[in-house]
């Protein structure tokens, strides 16, 4: 697709703001649009945070201005300019301004280009860029809304429907090799469009697999500063927040477990322990893919802190599943294979261990 719907949206706005500068009796409208390309980029949250900052480094900018033309006016120019661009660093540093650019480009144009008009030009440079921030934040809510909450929600979605397709895949590679295990493949639901994702395939490619969730996780993870702009001030303490940050904490482990079991040696069974052992596995692993399912589902809905979903009974073969690994069938395998066998199980535990604190503390989110 060569144009995109942001691009258009970009263009659109920025258009129709050129368009008013051309009919105001005002001078300097070219800021308006400026700031309306500068401010209008990707998500709410990440233009909220980039507007503050240009508002920040045209205060700050226009401040240095005023107070050092004068008194360094008869300096000579490369020695004045740099220390009021030095000057404007340290402020900025001081006052947490991340707006530098816009601030350094105020300074150079004040000092060289309007110098005889300064009571003027930085007033309506300030309006201009003003006005360009709410024009650019309106389009971003009403016309095509791409909002950082909205996008997460929906990759949080994709994620998990791919860790429960990789956690039914690691059960399926169990129960191909020790019998059969349970109900056939479960089908989570596809994010995009509600319909059931289709039963996993037989081929397991733990490298690959274990790439794509973890970039996807990355990306989540870069979308959580704007999503933290889009929930106001202190968004730490906002129970979506807090959510997601669960959501990262229980994801990693699931790819970290995900990824272990990838790498077992292919279970063999050979007495009845084993396959019993196997089968607790599987039914485990199928469990953890069942609730991300649930999840998927509490995520769709449309509120603030997405419902917690409501509990299920834990597999009963799980609760005897480490009791097995005492069982006295099992001396006469060796004890690589009995390390295979008791990481094989710990891997599982790890998984339903990371759903369960997570349900967990989901629950109380809502509390006060």
């Known amino acids: ?3 995109s719907r942001s691009d258009l949206r970009l263009a659109i706005t920025a258009g129709l703001a050129t368009g008013f500068t051309a009919i105001t009796p005002l001078a300097f409208g070219v800021y308006l649009p400026q700031a309306v390309l500068a ?51 340290l402020l900025g540093g001081w006052l947490g301004i991340k707006g530098y650019k816009v601030g350094s480009f105020i300074v150079i144009m004040g000092w060289l280009v309007h110098n005889d008009q300064l009571g003027s030009w930085i007033p309506l440079r300030l309006f201009w860029t003003c006005l360009g921030i709410l024009v650019a934040m309106g389009s971003l809510r009403l016309f095509w809304p791409s909002l950082a909450i909205a996008s997460t929600r929906s990759l949080w979605r994709s994620l998990l429907a791919g860790l429960a397709g990789d956690l039914q895949e690691a059960a399926l590679r169990i129960e ?22 289709p039963p996993v395939s037989s081929k397991f490619r733990p490298d690959q697999l274990s790439l794509q969730r973890r970039q996807k996780l990355t990306q989540l993870r870069r ?30 482990l699931l790819i970290g477990s995900i990824d272990g079991l990838a790498r077992q040696p292919t279970p063999r069974q050979e007495v009845a322990a084993l396959l019993a052992l ?10 953890c893919a069942g609730r991300l399912g649930q999840w998927i589902l509490c995520l769709e809905q449309a509120a603030d ?14 609760q005897q599943a480490f009791g097995l690994l005492q069982d006295s069938s099992l001396d006469a395998i060796s004890a690589e294979r009995l390390q295979h066998l008791a990481r094989r199980a710990f891997l599982c535990r790890q998984s339903y261990r990371a759903i369960e604190s997570m349900e967990r503390d989901w629950g109380r989110l809502g509390s006060p």
Not at 60 to 66: C, I, N, S, T
Not at 176 to 197: F, M, Q, R, W
Not at 279 to 286: K, N, Q
Not at 305 to 318: D, F, I, T, Y
Request: some cysteine; hydrophobic content about 40%; aromatic content about 6%.
């Open 39 to 89: 401010v209008c980029t990707g998500t709410y949250g990440s233009s909220l945070s980039m507007a503050r900052q240009r508002i920040a480094g045209t205060l700050l900018g226009g401040a240095v201005v005023v107070v050092g033309y004068g008194p360094m006016q008869g300096w000579p120019f490369p020695l004045a300019i740099a220390v009021a661009l030095s000057l404007l660093r």
């Open 223 to 252: 979308l959580l500063p704007e999503v933290a702009n889009e929930l106001g001030t202190n968004p730490q303490l906002h129970p979506l927040y807090r959510f997601l940050r669960l959501l990262d904490r229980t994801s990693s």
């Open 305 to 318: 802190l997405p419902p917690k979903p409501l509990p299920a009974e834990v597999p009963a073969s799980w």
């Open 1 to 3: 697709m060569l144009i």
């Open 176 to 197: 191909t090799t020790s019998g059969p295990a349970g109900p056939g493949p479960l089908s989570t639901v596809d994010p995009t469009d509600g319909s059931p994702l």
């Open 278 to 287: 196997h089968r607790a596995e599987s039914e485990m692993l199928r469990y």
